[in-house]
């Protein structure tokens, strides 16, 4: 018998913090029963800049401490921050999703996800599923809210958009493995009116959504592949809007009431796919009417088709190449005003000789055309673009009894054109970048150095911006236990707008960091930049400007409590 999953996530509720940890009962079993632990430290950082003290402030200093509580491996962090009169306080809020499995069953309490058809469902849900899934038959249901209701008070001026509690229910069935293979899903979402306030139900309409999707796949040789996706959803916009008295409606109302502002949309794709030796390919067609929408999705684009073929192969066991097409247009109705036509095509090829050199090149475009749809689209104003892009990326490697090189330069080519004929240029933009990079490895002073120089030129109308980046860096580490590592680097900057501006900039960065006792950490950076503005024209008080930055930073890790797991007994 299968172990029961739990699964228990927790994150802090402090904004932007990360979701801490994700456990089963067999890993929970395996870890130790507490573990309290944390981190004290503080940061102190000094700013110069000859252009005054109005841009940032001359001293910041901030005092931090973290405490982590791991019961059986799940962390509860608890976090304070204080720094520039500023204070923060972060904890964990617990979330409980237990997820019990056995044999071929599994169950879903607790804020789960399901797959569904990719065209009806990618959400997750708060409530209750159960799954089956054998080698070849497979079943599920769940039901859940999808979002939670929004429902500040309507007298407060700072009141959040307001929306209803969402409710879903759903089930698939689905027989088949491998090459060969038929599912069926349903979708079933809904608001819940009484779920904010009445003075909010006037201003936001309440939606519901049945919607209901096809999945197969046919093998059709070993070689010849077909698969499909198809989906049909029955949306309303606004459930209070009048119903539809129709008695071919009237037979589903038990579970699908069609009202006047209600909608029926399809959406689907099928793909045709050859596989042999060293040949891939596959032919793809995709389809989603105006309007089609479901509520288990966060978004979907809609009103378009697209036809495309991929396909990629391998030559004398060391040239791989790839290339793909796709067109897409939109307004299939064509009750839009235009009608927009977009294609996108590339091919890569990449290759090695030898050990030491490896090769790259590719291309890829873009091409955007309007046409007429419901009205006639002016000639000046068309749409009629077009984007081309290729890049070559060589790389050269020698290791050696003392020194490591590595050589690796980069080139692309980048131009975006406007065809339309009563087009000016004023939105073409060509650019080109080209890198150069090359790195020593000193085995015996186990020590590494590291040059690279970059340009990029882009001609736009009447313009030109040309950069061109020139850096060197190196690092080591030091003691026995190389616990003491240091960086330092060299960097020139020179921006040039044709007719505008030239500014050079030079800037160095050294940092420093040693560890204690495997519990002290301190750390200190300095960096300098001069920014000049090298225009012939400018004044010798407004050429340049000098910025410095210093920092000294200190951090104390500690374990307070470590209460280990028993060893089992032999």
């Known amino acids: 018998m299968r172990l029961i999953a739990l699964m228990l996530t927790l994150w802090p509720a402090a904004a932007g913090a990360q979701t801490i940890s994700q456990h089963t009962i067999s890993t929970i079993a395996k870890s130790d029963p507490l573990i309290i632990s944390g981190a004290i430290g503080t940061q102190n950082t000094y700013y110069y800049s000859s252009m005054g003290a109005g841009y940032r402030s001359p001293w910041s200093n901030s005092i931090y401490a973290n405490l982590n509580i791991q019961l059986y491996g799940i962390s509860l ?60 038959l497979r079943f599920g249901a769940f ?58 139900q006037d201003r936001v309409r309440p939606q519901e959504n049945i919607a209901v999707a096809l999945r197969g796949g ?49 959406a689907g794709d099928v793909s045709m796919n050859l596989s042999l030796k060293n040949f891939q390919t596959s032919v793809f067609y995709r389809m989603v009417q105006p309007d089609y929408t479901t509520l288990g999705l966060y978004y979907t684009s809609n009103n378009y088709h697209s036809l495309g073929i991929n396909a990629s192969t391998t030559l004398f066991k060391k040239i791989a190449l790839s290339a793909t097409f796709s067109g897409q247009e939109d307004n299939i109705t064509r009750n839009q005003l235009y009608t927009t036509r977009g294609f996108v095509y590339s091919a890569n090829a990449s290759t090695t000789i030898g050990r030491n050199i490896s090769l790259s090149a590719g291309y890829s475009g873009y091409r955007q055309l309007q046409s007429d749809g419901k009205a006639h689209v002016n000639d000046t104003t068309r749409v009629n673009r ?19 090189h590595a050589i690796s330069l980069s080139a692309n080519y980048t131009e975006n054109s406007d065809l339309n004929r009563f087009a000016t240029g004023e939105s073409d933009v060509r650019t080109m970048a080209a890198g150069l990079s090359y790195s020593l490895g000193v085995k015996p002073w186990e020590m590494s150095f590291t040059t690279s120089f970059s340009h990029q030129q882009s001609d736009g109308y009447h313009t030109r911006y040309t950069t061109d980046v020139l850096s060197i860096s190196t690092g080591r580490s030091f003691l026995k236990e ?44 300095a960096g300098i930049n001069k920014y000049s503005d090298v225009n012939i024209a400018k004044d010798d008080e407004s050429r340049g400007t ?17 209460i280990k797991r028993k060893a089992k007994k032999e």
């Open 386 to 404: 077009i984007m081309h892009s290729v890049y070559v990326t060589p790389t050269v490697s020698f290791e050696g009894e003392l020194l490591d």
């Open 77 to 136: 962090p608890f976090a304070f921050y204080y720094g520039n009169n500023n204070t923060s306080w972060s904890f964990p809020h617990i979330s409980f999703h237990i997820d019990p499995t056995y044999k071929n069953w599994r169950g879903h309490f607790g804020r789960s996800n399901m797959a569904l058809s990719t065209y009806i469902m990618n959400m997750s849900f708060n409530g209750i599923g159960l799954e089956y899934n054998s080698q070849k």
């Open 482 to 525: 190389k616990n003491l590592n240091t960086s330092a680097t060299l960097s020139v900057c020179y921006n040039d707008i044709r007719d505008q501006q030239r500014m050079l900039s030079i800037g160095g960065y050294i940092t420093a960091g040693y560890t204690l006792a495997k519990v002290h950490t301190f750390s200190m950076n």
């Open 143 to 200: 039901y859940g809210e999808l979002r939670n209701a929004i429902n500040d008070d309507p007298l407060d001026p700072t009141a959040r958009a307001p929306q209803y509690s969402r409710h879903a229910w759903g089930f698939k069935v689905g027989y088949g493995s491998g090459r060969n293979y038929l599912d069926l899903y349903l979708l079933r979402a809904y608001d819940r009116l009484s779920s904010i306030d009445e003075y909010w």
């Open 218 to 266: 046919l093998g059709v040789t070993k070689w010849l592949s077909l698969r499909g996706n198809l989906a049909f959803s029955a949306f309303t916009k606004d459930t209070q809007s009048q119903r539809v008295d129709n008695p071919a409606t009237d037979r589903w109302a038990s579970v699908f009431e069609a009202r006047y502002s209600s909608l029926m949309r399809i």
């Open 546 to 562: 000098t910025e410095i930055t210093a920092s000294l930073n200190y951090a104390y890790t500690f374990t307070l409590l470590h």
